[in-house]
């Protein structure tokens, strides 16, 4: 019986283990070096950077996994999310190549996170309030958990997510994306802005991970070469 392509936990697990150790460096530096602070969260700094980077590496980490893969399309989620994430960060390249971005309401759009600013006024302009936008999505969620307990569906999720471990992974860091944002919109602060910036650099961790291990797994599908011909 032929064994499926397995993944090395490896990898994955290496990016993690750094991401950790980051994130306790990051929080050391914020709570006992004030004169680090600023460093740390402002515009294009040393967390934004990093986040930056690792985001395009999963990016590229993604692509490579899946050049030559026969994978579906849906896969190519992974490194998307990854150029994204690094565009979003480098506010797509605005500051560095001196390119405008629209102005919308007052405001540069320069972000993801500017979209979501601007749907917020828009929605309190239409007399929305955060509490019933939020009331909303849990009716959402709960009606979505119903149809899914009703259907039977609700019993394959492990099993799809377990077949489909990479973008169960991106899936989570959009998750922590949208806790970033949400972050943003509601608190303020050096700590708001630093937990902020620490969930976008968790979530870009996330993404490497998910392009690492699809990165192992697609090399594990590659036909070896035995006996002059291949299999």
Do not use: K, Q
Not at 75 to 91: K, N, Y
Not at 96 to 104: E, H, K, N, Q, W
Not at 203 to 208: E, I, N
């Amino acid at each position: 019986m032929r064994n499926g392509p397995r993944a090395n936990p490896s990898a994955p697990a290496a990016i993690a283990l750094a991401v950790a150790v980051a994130v306790c460096v990051y929080a050391l530096a914020f709570a006992i070096v004030p004169s680090a602070r600023e460093r740390l969260i402002v515009e294009d700094g040393i967390i934004e950077t990093t986040t930056a980077l690792v985001f395009v590496a999963a990016a590229v980490i993604g692509v490579a996994a899946l050049w030559r893969s026969r994978r579906r399309a849906r896969w190519w989620l992974i490194p998307a999310l990854g150029l994204l994430g690094f565009l979003d960060e480098m506010s797509f390249g605005a500051r560095i190549f001196g390119f405008p971005l629209p102005v919308i309401d007052g405001m540069e759009v320069d972000s993801f996170h500017d979209a979501f600013d601007l749907a917020d006024r828009f929605a309190g302009d239409l007399g929305l309030s955060r509490t019933m936008i939020a009331a909303f999505l849990a009716a959402a969620a709960l009606a979505a958990g119903a149809y899914l307990l009703r259907t039977g569906r609700m019993r394959r999720i492990p099993a799809w997510l377990a077949a489909h471990r990479p973008l169960a992974i991106a899936a989570a860091a959009v998750g922590l994306l949208l806790a970033g944002i949400a972050l943003d919109l509601l608190a303020s602060g050096d700590l708001a802005v630093f937990a902020e910036e620490t969930a976008e650099f968790g979530a870009a961790g996330l993404v490497a991970m998910a392009a690492a291990d699809l990165f192992t797994t697609s090399v594990a599908r590659v036909p070896v070469s035995v006996a002059g011909g291949e299999r």
